[in-house]
C-alpha cells in the first residue's frame, strides 16, 4: 500500500497511543515493528505473526485488527489476503473457522425451534422467561380483533338509533347521540368502516415490525399493547382537543364555571432568560419618555444641596495696635529667658546652684530624721516620770525605785553579719599527699578482699587475661584452642570494659542534677549578709548594654533596680561577695560604655561609676526590672517606696557635685 508522508506520521502517532494503551513494556518495539510491517505491504496474518515475538498471541491479534482499522480510518486500501498464496495452514484454519459458524448455525436454529414449539408440562421443557411465544401473540391478535367487532357495533348503533314517541307526540333519544367533535373525528359523519379498516391496518404494521425486529418477549407485549391501546381508544378521544370555555369577561373557565389559570411557559435555560430580559428592558426603554438631562440624573435626597453661589467673605478689621502689644510681650519673654540664662551661668560658676540643690537634699533628710524622732528615747522613758521631757524651766520628776547601786550588764546579741554554724577550715593536700594517700586506701582494700576469699567468703576472682598475656596465663589451653580462648580472652575484655562504663553511668550526674549543682555553685549563703553595689551610668542609649546589665544580673541570681532618668541612671544590685565580684567586672571593665555609646548628646561623657558598696540585713528588691522616671521627685518616690532612698540621694548629690567641680 501507499501512504504519504503525513499519512504516515499520523497512522504512526495513532500506533503509538494505540500500543501505549495496550502494551506495558517493549512499546517502542513494538510501534516500529506494526509500522514497518504495513508500510512493506504485509497483510494482517503476517503483522500478526510479526508481533507475536513481543506480545502473546490473542493481544498480537487485536494490535493487528487495530491497525489496520487506523488505516481504513486514514482511508488507505487494505492489502487482501486472497492475493498471496494460500498454504496448508491456511486451508487448516479456514476449515476450523468453518466448522465454528456451522456449530453457532445449529445452536441458533434449536434456539428458534424450541422457541416455536409449545410448551410442554415436563420438568425439563421450560420457557425462557425473556421471549414470548407464539401461542400468546395469537391470543393477543384474537382479543384486539374481538375489541374492535365491539367498536364496530358500538358505532353501528350510534348511526341506527331509533326516537322512542312520547304520549305528547315529541321524539325521546333511545341513546345519547354522538357529539359534533366525535362526528368530525370519524370523518365528518361519513363512513365508518373507512375508519375501522385503517385502525387494522395500523395493528398490522405494528405487528409486522415486531416480527421483523424479532424483539424479546417483554418488548412484543409492549408494541401490542399500545397498538390495542391505540385501536381500542373511543375515536372522539384520539383527536379532540382540549375544549376552551370562555366567559362574558373573556377570562378561560371549566365546565362548572369556575376561573382556570392556564400555565405558561417559562424559560429555563439562562440563555433564554437573558434574552427575555433584554427584550423586557427594550420595552421599557421605548416606553419611558425622553427626559431633560438635569431631571435623568440621580440625586440623593438625604444629601443637603449647596448653593452654586459662592459666598463671599466680609472684611474683618482689627483694632489698631494689637500687634504691637504682641510683639511687646515676645520681646519681654524673650528678655525674662536671657536674664534667666544668665543668671544661671554666674550660679554654676560660683557654685550657688549645686548649694541650693544640696541644701535641698539636707533639708529633706533633716525632715525625714525630725518626723521619725520620738517624744522620750527608751533608755530615757525608764527613769523619767510622766514619759516626757521636761520643759526649760521645769525640773525632771525621776523614779527613785530604778535608781541604785547596781550595774546593768547589757545581754551579749549575735553580729548579723556572724555565721550561724562555726566555719571549719578546710584541709588542703599536696598532690603528693594524695597519692600516698589513695595508695594506702586501695593497699588496705586489697588486703581486706584476700582476706575474705582465703576465709571462702567470697570467690576468688578470674585470672585477668588480655591478648598480650594470653600465652602466659593460659598455657597449654591457649595453644590446644586457640579459637575458643581468643573468644574466652575476648568476652573477658568486653565484661570488664562494660563494668567499667555501668560504674560511670551510675556515678554520672542527671541533667536536673548537673543543674542543681550548677545553681549551688552560683548562689551563696546570705544569712550573715546582702553584699549591696549602687552604681551610676550616664548613658544607657545602647540597648545592647540594658541587656547585659539585664541578662547577667539573673544568671547570677542577683536582685536589684535600674531607674532611667536623663543622664543619672541608678543600678542597684543585691547579693554574695563573689557574686558581687563578677558582676562588678561586667560593669567596671567588661562593657565599653564610652566606644559603644549611641548618645547623639555630645556633651554626655558615657561611663559607669561606683556610688556605694556595703552590707544590709535583708533585700529590699526582687528581680533585676528597668524603671524610667521622668522627673526627679518621681525617680525617689520609687527608691522610697523600697525604703532606700538614700541611694538615689548619694547618687543625685555626687552627680551635684560633679558638675559643680567641673564648672558647668
Request: proline share 5%.
Amino acid at each position: 500500500m501507499a501512504l504519504s508522508k503525513r499519512e504516515y506520521e499520523d497512522f504512526k502517532a495513532a500506533v503509538d497511543k494505540m500500543v501505549y494503551k495496550y502494551v506495558a513494556r517493549d512499546r517502542s518495539s513494538v510501534v516500529s515493528a506494526i509500522s514497518h510491517a504495513v508500510d512493506s505491504g504485509c497483510d494482517k496474518r503476517k503483522v500478526e505473526d510479526k508481533l507475536m515475538g513481543y506480545v502473546d498471541k490473542s493481544l498480537a491479534y487485536k494490535l493487528a485488527e487495530k491497525a489496520f482499522l487506523i488505516l481504513e480510518d486514514l482511508g488507505a486500501k487494505v492489502k487482501s489476503t486472497s492475493s498471496r498464496k494460500r498454504t496448508h495452514k491456511d486451508d487448516n484454519d479456514r476449515e476450523k473457522d468453518t466448522k465454528r459458524a456451522k456449530v453457532k448455525d445449529d445452536k441458533e436454529s434449536g434456539a428458534e425451534n424450541k422457541t416455536s414449539q409449545p410448551p410442554s408440562s415436563g420438568p425439563n421443557n421450560t420457557v425462557s422467561p425473556g421471549q414470548i411465544q407464539a401461542q400468546q401473540i395469537k391470543d393477543i391478535m384474537a382479543k384486539a380483533q374481538a375489541v374492535i367487532e365491539e367498536r364496530k357495533k358500538a358505532m353501528a348503533n350510534l348511526q341506527t338509533t331509533e326516537q322512542k314517541p312520547t304520549t305528547n307526540g315529541a321524539a325521546v333519544p333511545l341513546m345519547p347521540q354522538p357529539s359534533s367533535l366525535m362526528l368530525a373525528s370519524v370523518g365528518g359523519g361519513g363512513d365508518v368502516s373507512s375508519r375501522i379498516a385503517e385502525l387494522q391496518a395500523r395493528i398490522q404494521a405494528q405487528l409486522g415490525n415486531v416480527s421483523s425486529l424479532g424483539l424479546a418477549g417483554a418488548q412484543v407485549g409492549a408494541a401490542l399493547g399500545a397498538a390495542v391501546a391505540s385501536a381500542t381508544k373511543p375515536l372522539g378521544e384520539q383527536s379532540k382537543p382540549t375544549p376552551l370555555i370562555l366567559d362574558a369577561e373573556g377570562r378561560t373557565v371549566d365546565q362548572s364555571g369556575k376561573e382556570v389559570h392556564l400555565t405558561q411557559r417559562i424559560p429555563t435555560l439562562k440563555a433564554n432568560i437573558r434574552a427575555k430580559k433584554r427584550e423586557e428592558f427594550k420595552q421599557q426603554l421605548q416606553e419611558k419618555p425622553v427626559e431633560d438631562s438635569a431631571e435623568s440624573n440621580f440625586f440623593d435626597p438625604r444629601v443637603s444641596m449647596r448653593p452654586s453661589i459662592k459666598v463671599k467673605r466680609p472684611f474683618k478689621f482689627h483694632d489698631q495696635g494689637k500687634f504691637i502689644q504682641l510683639a511687646q510681650r515676645e520681646r519681654a519673654k524673650a528678655r525674662l529667658e536671657k536674664l534667666q540664662c544668665e543668671i544661671s551661668q554666674v550660679a554654676k560658676k560660683t557654685g550657688i546652684s549645686s548649694a541650693a540643690k544640696l541644701a535641698q537634699l539636707e533639708q529633706r533628710e533633716m525632715k525625714v530624721i525630725t518626723d521619725e524622732c520620738p517624744e522620750v528615747e527608751w533608755w530615757d522613758a525608764i527613769v523619767l516620770q510622766g514619759n516626757r521631757y521636761p520643759e526649760e524651766d521645769e525640773i525632771p520628776k525621776l523614779k527613785d525605785d530604778y535608781i541604785t547601786r547596781l550595774i546593768e550588764h547589757p545581754l551579749e546579741v549575735r553580729c548579723p553579719s556572724d555565721p550561724l554554724k562555726p566555719v571549719t577550715l578546710e584541709v588542703f593536700l599536696t598532690k603528693k599527699e594524695r597519692k600516698k594517700l589513695r595508695r594506702m586506701n586501695r593497699r588496705e582494700a586489697w588486703k581486706e578482699k584476700q582476706e575474705k576469699i582465703r576465709l571462702g567468703l567470697e570467690p576468688p576472682p578470674e585470672p585477668k587475661v588480655r591478648m598480650a598475656n594470653l600465652m602466659r596465663v593460659l598455657g597449654t589451653e591457649a595453644v590446644l584452642d586457640p579459637t575458643k580462648m581468643e573468644k574466652h580472652v575476648r568476652e573477658q575484655m568486653a565484661k570488664r570494659l562494660k563494668a567499667h562504663q555501668d560504674a560511670n553511668a551510675a556515678r554520672k550526674l542527671t541533667p536536673e542534677q548537673q543543674r542543681e549543682k550548677k545553681i549551688h555553685k552560683i548562689k551563696e549563703d546570705t544569712t550573715t549578709g546582702i553584699h549591696v553595689t549602687v552604681y551610676k551610668v550616664t548613658d544607657f542609649s545602647n540597648g545592647s548594654h540594658k541587656f547585659k546589665v539585664e541578662t547577667n544580673a539573673k544568671q547570677l541570681f542577683l536582685t536589684g533596680t535600674v531607674v532611667l532618668f536623663k543622664d543619672i541612671n541608678v543600678v542597684v544590685v543585691e547579693g554574695g561577695p563573689k557574686q558581687q565580684k563578677k558582676y562588678k567586672r561586667l560593669m567596671m571593665e567588661r562593657i565599653k560604655w564610652a566606644e559603644e555609646s549611641r548618645s547623639k548628646d555630645a556633651d554626655i561623657e558615657p561611663k559607669c561609676q561606683l556610688v556605694w558598696e556595703g552590707i544590709v540585713p535583708e533585700r529590699n528588691f526582687g528581680e533585676m526590672q528597668f524603671k524610667a522616671c521622668p522627673t526627679e521627685s518621681f525617680a525617689r518616690d520609687h527608691f522610697k517606696k523600697h525604703g532606700v532612698e538614700h541611694y538615689w540621694d548619694l547618687s543625685y548629690g555626687k552627680k551635684i557635685l560633679e558638675e559643680a567641680d567641673s564648672g558647668v
